[in-house]
């Protein structure tokens, strides 16, 4: 018989047999509320942040702690259970965490708040007259409803909570421990006055809070329908069920492509806010066995002064295993199995993790800063990717994007204060079979703010909103563009921004070369025209100044002068790749009918990139004679890394033109 208060986080050894049509009913209902929920909240939150651009998550969870659903990442309930014991809960509670320090790894930085509802089946006894001590008996929690998302602002030095040059974390707003927000359906009104009255934005804060609140206890209750329906134990045996075969599909289809042995490579976020930019070194050691992956963390930078710390050694890891395992996924047999591939429980007792001791990026000591932990979470993904690629021959992506917060506030011209902030996704890597995806987010179904809403509630004027040229990498398969937006002031105001690869680009693989790094130029081409570093919070903008925001571009996959000729072309007709970087980086030289002038055949550029048009054509022979030339020059081949980091990793590597852990 299984343990229902066992909160160990494994599976049991029993293995229950369970009717295969309830089973998919028990995961399609998962999935169905899990959406619901979501749907809610997008549909009853008040700021932009959750509403608009939804940078919200919802998760399910088991009584044992374990993630049911995969479409997404979560928070964690461990906090939660380990301040609040599962008998002491009664239904209508509601509870309420955003201490990093005390999420058990689950919350990242502060602005993060997640809120947890506990579901409840029937009494066990049979009768409808079981009583307990304080009154009739709830039933035994058997789930948990959780949401967790990016709010406005919960205090701190700055809008937006997000300090770029904080040194602790008293600087980035309040922290909430967890605490019991809604007792039997009673509001703790005291707690959330004090963290309204904590924040610059208390409206929206408290209607998303509410959103939020409101979205998990309708959860529980379609969840509590379900047990109520099947029976308590043929729903926890579909459970065990749904997590087994993720294991197992895991073990058979994605572990078993990888060859036994050990692999290294790292990468580096590139500043903190507050010292000089340099490498602040993210290294995985990856073995593989027959069964498992075991993860290295050793060999991690220190800690940094400023805010880009992230909390990952807690409950062994358990939510770092489920954030990286989707990399996982780019291992599948083909694209349309990869994406029926959910990332649950069931990945954890794949993954092994050892962590260096206390003290740095990744095993920070409180009260470092962490508000800008996106620059280590998010460069762990591309970590994972790349020490995999070691491991498979550079069947993996190219780097991607990491999410990047840009935004305004200032008055508006009623006097009251306004703060918009918006997440641009980025290029994604080329792929062994395929070209990058354009601005795609790693937070799912996330999404720029749309023009009209940004236009009709600020003091703003977008005037531009498309694809980065050129800022994918060149590969056989090219990285994914980037945004470029351009929005002017109305009035004066505060620029902010959050952002990485400002030096260090998206890498290239196999041959490909890195994507575009991000760029901010305020007022270009103007007077007062400056670019601005990756993290800022207090740069004055004067009314009528442009601010033009250029997102990163994917790394490229396999050498550009296998990419066929006919893709560079359609490339330049569509206006994702300029005559000259056809030119440049691929040897295809394209022209017009009219006859237009070709460049020289020692590499000098005669071509105005404004040219690309449907006018032009490739010019077979000159782009023969132009590959081979290229070629030529790179005869050395064999002796190039694996990874190409972009011109700006010699700026902050001392001069080297590669690591020591890119060689193949």
């Known amino acids: 018989m299984r343990d229902p208060s066992s909160t160990t986080g494994t599976a049991n050894a029993e293995e229950p047999r369970v009717d295969p049509v309830l089973l998919e009913i028990v995961a399609g209902s998962l999935s169905s509320v899990e959406q619901e929920v979501e749907t809610a909240i997008a549909r009853t939150a008040r700021s932009p942040m959750i509403r608009d651009a939804h940078d919200f998550r919802a998760g399910i969870h088991d009584r044992q702690l374990r993630k049911l659903t995969g479409r997404s990442y979560s928070a964690l309930v461990h906090p939660i259970v380990r301040d609040f014991p599962l008998e002491t809960m009664r239904p209508g509670d509601v509870y309420f965490h955003n201490d990093v320090y005390l999420s058990e790894g689950g919350i990242g930085h502060l602005p993060d708040l997640c809120v947890t509802v506990p579901v409840f089946a029937p009494p066990s006894t049979g009768t409808a007259t079981a009583t307990t001590n304080s009154g009739p008996d709830p039933g035994d929690v058997v789930a948990f409803v959780q949401a967790f998302g990016h709010h406005d602002d919960i205090g701190g030095a700055c809008p937006g909570s997000m300090p770029s040059g904080a040194t602790s974390v008293y600087e980035e707003g309040l922290m909430v421990p967890p605490i019991k927000l809604w007792d039997q359906g009673v509001v703790n009104e005291a707690a959330l006055r004090i963290m309204t009255r904590n924040s610059r934005m208390p409206d929206s804060l408290a209607a998303d809070l509410d959103a939020e609140c409101s979205a998990c206890i309708m959860g529980a209750r379609r969840l509590a329908e379900l047990f109520q329906r099947y029976g308590r134990h043929q729903v926890e045996d579909c459970f065990e069920a749904l997590l087994r075969r993720t294991t197992q599909t895991y073990r058979t289809e994605i572990l078993a492509r990888i060859p036994d042995g050990t692999y290294v490579w790292e990468d580096y976020a590139e500043h903190d806010g507050v010292d000089p930019p340099r490498l602040h070194i993210q290294r995985i050691t990856l073995t593989k066995t027959p069964q498992k992956l075991h993860l290295d963390f050793s060999g991690t ?13 807690y409950a062994d890891g358990n939510f770092l295993k489920k954030w990286l395992a989707p990399i996982l996924r780019n291992l599948a047999d083909t694209p349309e199995r990869m994406a029926e591939l959910d990332v649950n429980e069931g990945v954890v007792p794949l993954i092994d993790m050892t962590f260096p001791e206390k003290g740095t990026l990744l095993t920070p ?28 021959a550079g069947r993996m992506p190219a780097d991607q994007e990491t999410i990047r917060y840009t935004g305004l506030h200032g008055v508006d011209a ?41 236009e009709s509630r600020f003091p703003l004027r977008v005037e531009r909103l498309g694809l980065a040229v050129d800022s994918g990498g060149p590969g056989r398969y090219r990285g994914g563009l980037g945004y470029e937006k351009h929005i002017r002031a109305l009035r004066d105001a505060t620029f902010m921004s959050v952002a ?21 130029t305020i007022d270009p081409g103007g007077p007062n025209e400056r670019e601005m570093p990756g993290l800022v919070d207090d740069e004055p903008v004067r009314a009528g100044e442009v601010i033009r925001i250029r997102t990163t571009g994917g790394g490229g996959w396999g050498d550009p002068l296998d990419r066929e000729e006919w893709r560079v072309e359609r490339d330049v007709r569509q206006g994702k790749v300029s005559v000259t970087a056809a030119y440049e980086d691929y040897g295809v030289v394209l022209v017009a009918d009219s006859g237009a002038v070709r460049p020289s055949e020692h590499g000098e550029s005669g071509f105005d990139t404004a040219a690309a048009g449907r006018q032009l054509r490739v010019d077979g022979q000159a782009t023969q004679n132009r590959r081979e030339w290229l070629r030529a020059r790179t005869a050395d081949a064999q002796d190039r890394p694996f990874f190409d980091r972009g011109p700006g990793f010699p700026s902050l590597a001392g001069g080297l033109q590669a690591a020591e852990v890119d060689m193949r």
């Open 365 to 392: 000591e409180f009260p470092a800063p962490t508000n800008a932990r996106t620059f280590v979470i998010l460069r762990l993904l591309g970590v994972f990717a790349g020490v995999l690629a070691k491991a498979v």
């Open 301 to 313: 930078s220190p800690q940094a002064r400023g805010p880009i710390n992230h909390c990952a050694d």
């Open 500 to 520: 990485d690869r400002t030096i260090l680009s998206c890498w290239g693989v196999n041959g490909g070369r890195a994507g575009h790094p991000f760029r901010v």
């Open 414 to 454: 009623e006097g009251r204060h306004y703060l918009m902030r918006e997440v641009l996704g980025g290029g994604s890597g080329g792929r062994y079979y395929a070209d990058g995806e354009d601005t795609i987010h790693v937070v799912p179904d996330s999404r720029n703010l749309p023009t009209e809403f940004t």
